[in-house]
């Protein structure tokens, strides 16, 4: 902590950090939080007659390094810059309503509260996917959410209100149907924020103390002038017409010239002490403090040597400033030094600051540090100083339109079908009126939004400044046009192993898959433990599934001296017996010391263990006695539970030793098991009528345990721990929080800093420490397969050529279809035609590109000693892996090609035509196949078999697409990469990825 002084009481006030109480769900996590987003202090600081000034507590970030350190920044360029909740993804009422056909309705809840209801079908950002938009207007604030869209099916109203768990209504919505009401609902989504930025910039001297030193330096230096130069560029007030933040454009009363820029579609003007007016007669120069102290966010630029008495908030007299960014400059080695310090009440927001808090790039430095004031002024606003007066207004609003519209309610205007579909077909006698009326709806919308553009208030968020970088979660295309549905996998080095309808696969990028298993071993789920040779899958359904565990080392050897490939008749010594009929199994994801499984057969829960094998080198390592591992396993005990489990987490205790847990969900809510006991403990209840679980991710950090609870569009997060004699205190506390998602996810990932969630067609990113948005990744058809380490999922190759036109983040721009009527219909993809493949491409996102090169993961089970992520070139495995198996590719073409031709009854001069007429889409066919079963055909060896299922496909070029257009249509056309070994590790940082934007 940094002293401002020498007085000793001072001194030893300052001596003192205090942790919060404030109750402020999300501003705290633990260590990692404190670490990298600051933790909250008591400054004090004392005026130049040595008096002591008012206390205050503010959160300090100063990446963890101190002040006076002498450390040399890394050459690492970060990719966890991003906006958080960017307009672009957050103002849906302007983006996809206003200037488009909607439905908007009003009604009032129980209590009496009125409510307005907005939905649209829209186009998910140019794919050619429709979807129903709803967003719900309460007092509270507004809900969005996204709702799939079926040509067969109409929604209602209720089924959109009950989803956003309003069931009950005191007055049932009806339709309005006034053109008028797009103005309202603009003002309403207006209360989210200003979409343009005013940020204060204050010059300081070295050893200047007060806010009256401050604000009388009449003049920068050159090293601060070269700072607002970076920032942004000098405009001319007078006669300006661009976003003004408070300056007098017209009188020059607030000075001649002023700093502006624009970044990312913000327009952003900052008030700088020195360019505001200066008076001789007023010490306090209130002119200047009456726009710098009513700014959120301030920027205070210091003078001086790092060792010199340091900034501290008590130093500037304002109630309303609740952010300042602390700036210094190095003329030596031209870099520039960050601290920012945070009224307690403002949630947590990012970057994180980087160790040390020095910038040698100034394009870099800009970047953060706007980013870094624009997510600060929006994490302000919801501190309660400012979301009670948000609250307030959002009431008032809603009300005064409430009661306008109440002497229309028995008219025309408002539509008596309390629950009428929200696509109604109208009668042919009053189809014209209608279109009419649609018209002049759509009329009135796209005036007003054209007025917001020409007003600069268009939240648009387009990339207009900034660095050009790659986004973490850019994917890696992976394989193209796989031809089968999978259903599970994991991956095994820089392979992937495949559990799909034709039976268990190992593929490597590029290259053709081999089998492992055959079809009669149907694998539902499985994990891959490399550090202890250990294969887990769980096979078949009903009363036949089973756990079976085998040796990687063994499959590998299989796969090397080309062996027969394996039947479920084969794998009876790697079957666990006790596991007879379990439909859901979990492991512990940070195993240290064991590995535990628990395996759920419908509502009996088996605790399983297995001791690891400390290998040293001291010894010679002895075989294994079989290759099978099922004696090295064994039973604990059983527990019951009330309801068979929809999903499982194992959560470790700080000690491992009685205080491990097991997190179940079932019915309408989330219960703690203790393995020891078996005693349940409640978790979180689910108030839902209809609930649909998707995970519980089990996340560490100063030793205790927290689980992200996520469900429907929700995810809560809930502390643990402490324990108390073995039983956890299940209780509210501070730092539980929680997020909706816009849609509802079929699964979701946990990669600190991000959270992802997968939906049918979008990837949604949030940062995990405050669930903000920081990105929607539009893709067709996504299906997540694996993230044990890295993240693979499909996504369906289309052939809708006509879906692009431009970056999703042009969007805006593009009309989405209007609501279909009884003549008009969205576009739709078009469906397969029978017997054809539904064509998919895997895809990649390295794990080590989303959690950072310089970030230590807080994720680490207590169990586990927690190390610093840093990029690896290659996986560790438990013994020597050669890079390349014994069947070359080159064997694997001919022998597929050779089978291929026998089980489709072609012949050379045929397959010869087929390939002279140029490429054609392949369908796959299975009819040679259960010919030669059913008379009887001898089995073939691995290689020989390997396409009797699969088909036969050239590795193709990888493809550079953006998510919003085909990927067929924005191939870029790459020479064939070299042949790799199915071991073989590629660099993934560097590899050419997806882009996302």
């Known amino acids: 902590m940094d002293m401002s002084s020498a007085d000793a009481a001072s001194t030893k006030l300052l001596s003192l950090t205090q942790r919060s109480a404030s109750e402020d769900l999300g501003c705290r996590r633990g260590e990692f939080s404190r670490k990298h987003y600051g933790s909250v202090e008591l400054l004090i600081s004392s005026d130049a007659d040595g008096a002591i000034q008012r206390a205050g507590r503010f959160r300090v970030e100063n990446g963890s390094s101190d002040e006076n350190s002498d450390c040399t920044p890394g050459t690492w360029h970060r990719t966890d810059v991003h906006l958080e909740n960017p307009e672009y993804h957050t103002r849906w009422y302007f983006k996809y309503f206003l200037g488009k ?77 006034t053109p008028e009401i797009q103005k309202d609902l603009l003002v309403l989504e207006e209360q ?16 200047q103390l007060t806010d009256d030193e401050m604000f009388s330096n009449e003049t920068g230096s050159e090293g601060f002038q070269k700072f607002l130069n970076l920032m942004g560029e000098s405009i001319t007030l007078k006669g300006w017409i661009g976003y003004r933040g408070g300056l007098d454009t017209k009188n020059d009363t607030t000075g001649i010239h002023s700093i502006y820029t624009v970044y990312q579609g913000h327009e952003i003007m900052f008030h700088v002490s020195t360019m505001l007016p200066y008076s001789k007669e007023n010490k306090q120069q209130v002119e200047r403090k009456r726009h710098i102290g009513n700014d959120i966010v301030t920027m205070v630029f210091q003078e001086g040597e790092d060792s010199s008495p340091a900034f501290k908030p008590s130093m500037i007299r304002s109630h309303f400033t609740h952010i300042f960014a602390l700036v210094r400059y190095n003329k030596q080695n031209d870099s520039y030094r960050l601290k920012i310090f945070s009224e307690e009440s403002v949630p947590l927001f990012g970057p994180p600051l980087p160790t040390p808090p020095v910038f040698t790039d100034h394009h870099e430095f800009r970047d953060f540090v706007l980013v870094k004031l624009i997510n600060g002024e929006k994490a302000t606003l919801e501190t309660p100083t400012f979301s009670q007066k948000r609250q307030r207004t959002l009431d008032m609003l809603i009300r005064s339109l409430y009661q306008d519209l109440i002497p229309d309610l028995h008219k ?110 149907s694998v539902k789920q499985m994990d891959i433990l490399e ?52 439909h859901l199994y979990a492991i512990n994801t940070h195993h240290g010391n064991e590995l535990r499984i628990v395996v759920a057969i419908r509502n009996k829960l088996l605790l399983i263990t297995r001791k690891n094998i400390n290998r040293s080198d001291s010894f010679p390592i002895l075989p294994p006695p079989t290759d099978s591992p099922v004696e090295e396993f064994q039973y604990i005990r059983e527990i019951c539970l009330c309801d068979p489990p929809a999903v499982m987490t194992l959560v470790d205790g700080p000690t491992g030793e009685n205080d491990n847990l097991i997190c179940v969900a079932y019915r309408h809510q989330f219960d703690l098991v203790n393995e020891s006991t078996g005693e349940t403990y409640r978790l979180h209840h689910v108030d839902a009528s209809k609930v649909t679980f998707v995970a519980a991710i089990d996340v560490y950090e100063d030793g205790e345990a927290g689980l992200l609870l996520c469900y429907n569009y929700v995810c809560y997060y809930k502390k643990v721990c402490p324990f108390n004699g073995g039983s956890p205190l299940v209780q509210p506390s501070p730092s539980d929080f929680h997020f909706c998602w816009n849609q509802v996810p079929n699964s979701i990932v946990c990669a600190f800093p991000y959270i992802l969630a997968f939906t049918t067609d979008s990837i949604e990113i949030r940062l995990v420490v405050n669930g903000n948005l920081v990105h929607t990744a539009v893709m067709l058809e996504l299906h997540l397969t694996a993230s044990q380490s890295d993240i693979y999922f499909t996504s369906a190759a289309s052939s809708m050529n006509a879906a692009s036109g431009g970056s999703s983040r042009d969007a805006s721009s593009q009309s989405s279809p209007q609501t279909p009527t009884g003549q008009e219909m969205p576009v739709l993809p078009s469906s397969q035609g029978e017997g054809e ?40 495995a438990p013994m020597p892996v050669t890079h390349s198996l014994s069947l070359s590719r080159m064997e694997i073409k001919e022998i597929a090609c050779r089978t291929r031709k026998e089980l489709l009854g072609l012949t050379a001069d045929s397959a010869a035509t087929k390939s002279d007429g140029g490429p054609k889409q392949k369908k796959w066919s299975r009819k040679g196949t259960e010919e030669q079963q059913r008379k009887g055909a001898v089995r073939s060896t691995s290689s020989d078999r390997i396409l009797t299922e699969i088909m036969d496909t050239e590795p193709e070029p990888e493809h550079h697409l953006s998510t919003s257009s085909d990927p067929d249509t924005t191939a870029a056309k790459m020479e064939n990469p070299i042949p790799t070994g199915l071991f073989h590790h590629n660099p993934s940082f560097d590899d050419e990825i997806l882009d996302l934007k």
């Open 101 to 177: 056909v909607h439905q908007n309705y009003v009604g009032t809840d129980t209590e009496k509260n009125p409510f307005f209801l907005s939905v649209v079908l829209s186009d998910q950002n140019n794919q050619r996917v429709p979807q129903y938009r709803a967003i719900l207007w309460k007092k509270t604030g507004t809900q969005k959410i996204c709702l799939p869209y079926s040509p067969t099916k109409t929604l209602s109203v209720k089924s959109i209100l009950s989803a956003m768990n309003l069931d009950k209504f005191e007055k049932g919505p009806r339709e309005i149907f």
């Open 192 to 207: 989210e924020g200003s979409v343009n930025f005013k940020f204060g910039v204050l010059y300081a001297t070295d050893g």
């Open 531 to 582: 550090t202890q040779d250990l294969f887990l899958s769980r096979a078949d359904k009903g009363k036949d599934a089973r756990l079976f565990v085998f040796r990687l080392s063994s499959i590998k050897k299989a796969l090397e001296e080309r062996q027969m490939v394996k039947s479920k008749s084969d794998c009876k010594d790697n079957k666990l017996e006790k596991t007879k009929g379990c």
């Open 837 to 876: 493949i539904q064509w998919k491409h895997i895809y990649k996102i390295p794990l080590s590109n989303l959690v950072g090169r310089s970030i230590e993961r807080p994720l680490k089970s207590p169990l586990v000693p927690r190390v610093v992520t840093t990029p690896t070139s290659s996986i560790i």
């Open 412 to 521: 025309n205007m408002l539509n008596r079908r309390s629950f009428s579909d929200v696509l109604p077909e109208s009668p042919k006698s009053a189809r014209k009126k209608e279109e009419a009326r649609q018209a002049e709806f759509v009329r009135v919308g796209q005036a007003l939004k054209l007025k917001t553009i020409v007003r600069g208030d268009a939240p648009t968020s387009l990339v207009t400044t900034g660095l050009c970088r790659k986004e973490p979660w850019e994917p890696q295309c992976f394989c193209n046009n796989f031809p089968l549905d999978i259903n599970c996998s994991d991956s095994w080095g820089q392979s992937l192993v495949i559990s799909t309808e034709a039976g268990v696969l190992l593929l490597d990028e590029g290259q053709t898959p081999v089998p492992v298993f055959d079809r009669t071993l």
